[in-house]
């Protein structure tokens, strides 16, 4: 509770200090030569909430953010899959890994936003260019978590339960993948904000409908208030998917000791 109460402290400095800031008068300008200058260029928060009320009372915003919203979910779950997959695959072959890792290194160097138009072209504007896109961002980052959690294992362990008699799908099912899911999920939380990128970049190079089409429609109009609108509510969103990851990862690692508990002797 306490830890709450700090947070929202903290949000409510940060709020009151931009609203200090920008709204004209209050403090006589030492940056800009004209007191609605910091306004124009950094919004106002009164003017900032109020777009975004009124995007969520007319109803403007649904249509909008529900499409942004199934890019988003897209990009996460195949690109969290399809790295999930490859990771174990390669992780437990040496062989295709030896093969495999001067491709993966290339592709993962590889600046993967340009891909953006790139995908445009393949997949034409509508979700799946943005949703290809998301998957590129996600994928690399759960692939090597997943990839580095499998090799870490002890070898010790995994020849303890050799001799045992351990196939190697008990050997998967309980160890490589228990060992995994710590990596897996500090992974997942990263790939939230990445699957978002990948969304919202696409909406920026072509679409007509998201929350990244209103961001920019708005900078064309230099309409900076609503701007911020957008990412506010891009935010809230990547913080509620990012709230689900953690309460997933709660449920099925219940093995792990809370967050500030010691191990008492």
């Given at each position: 509770m306490k830890l709450?109460?700090?947070?929202?402290?903290?949000?409510?400095?940060?709020v009151l200090f931009?609203?200090?800031?920008?709204?004209?008068?209050?403090?006589?300008?030492?940056?800009?030569?004209?007191?609605?200058?910091?306004?124009?260029?950094?919004?106002?928060?009164?003017?900032?909430?109020?777009?975004?009320?009124?995007?969520?009372?007319?109803?403007?915003?649904?249509?909008?953010?529900?499409?942004?919203?199934?890019?988003?979910?897209?990009?996460?779950?195949?690109?969290?899959?399809?790295?999930?997959?490859?990771?174990?695959?390669?992780?437990?072959?040496?062989?295709?890994?030896?093969?495999?890792?001067?491709?993966?290194?290339?592709?993962?160097?590889?600046?993967?936003?340009?891909?953006?138009?790139?995908?445009?072209?393949?997949?034409?504007?509508?979700?799946?260019?943005?949703?290809?896109?998301?998957?590129?961002?996600?994928?690399?980052?759960?692939?090597?978590?997943?990839?580095?959690?499998?090799?870490?294992?002890?070898?010790?362990?995994?020849?303890?339960?050799?001799?045992?008699?351990?196939?190697?799908?008990?050997?998967?099912?309980?160890?490589?993948?228990?060992?995994?899911?710590?990596?897996?999920?500090?992974?997942?939380?990263?790939?939230?904000?990445?699957?978002?990128?990948?969304?919202?970049?696409?909406?920026?190079?072509?679409?007509?409908?998201?929350?990244?089409?209103?961001?920019?429609?708005?900078?064309?109009?230099?309409?900076?208030?609503?701007?911020?609108?957008?990412?506010?509510?891009?935010?809230?969103?990547?913080?509620?998917?990012?709230?689900?990851?953690?309460?997933?990862?709660?449920?099925?690692?219940?093995?792990?000791?809370?967050?500030?508990?010691?191990?008492?002797?």
């Amino acid at each position: 509770m306490k830890l709450r109460i700090a947070q929202l402290l903290v949000l409510g400095l940060l709020v009151l200090f931009w609203y200090v800031m920008t709204k004209p008068g209050l403090v006589p300008p030492f940056y800009f030569d004209k007191a609605n200058r910091a306004a124009f260029f950094f919004g106002e928060p009164q003017k900032v909430f109020w777009v975004v009320f009124d995007w969520f009372a007319s109803g403007e915003i649904f249509p909008h953010l529900g499409i942004t919203l199934l890019e988003t979910a897209l990009g996460f779950t195949i690109g969290a899959a399809s790295g999930l997959g490859i990771g174990l695959w390669l992780a437990l072959s040496p062989t295709a890994s030896a093969i495999m890792d001067p491709y993966i290194k290339g592709f993962n160097s590889m600046p993967r936003v340009v891909l953006a138009p790139i995908f445009a072209v393949w997949f034409g504007l509508g979700i799946w260019s943005k949703v290809a896109l998301g998957v590129t961002l996600v994928f690399f980052v759960v692939f090597f978590n997943v990839y580095q959690g499998v090799r870490e294992v002890s070898p010790n362990l995994i020849a303890n339960a050799r001799m045992l008699g351990a196939s190697q799908r008990q050997l998967l099912r309980s160890i490589y993948l228990p060992s995994a899911m710590s990596w897996v999920f500090a992974s997942l939380h990263n790939a939230v904000g990445l699957a978002f990128v990948g969304a919202v970049v696409g909406e920026y190079l072509g679409s007509s409908m998201g929350v990244g089409y209103l961001i920019l429609q708005a900078e064309g109009t230099f309409d900076i208030n609503t701007v911020f609108a957008g990412i506010l509510v891009l935010t809230a969103c990547a913080l509620l998917l990012d709230s689900l990851v953690g309460t997933v990862e709660r449920r099925l690692m219940t093995w792990q000791p809370k967050a500030g508990q010691t191990e008492k002797v």
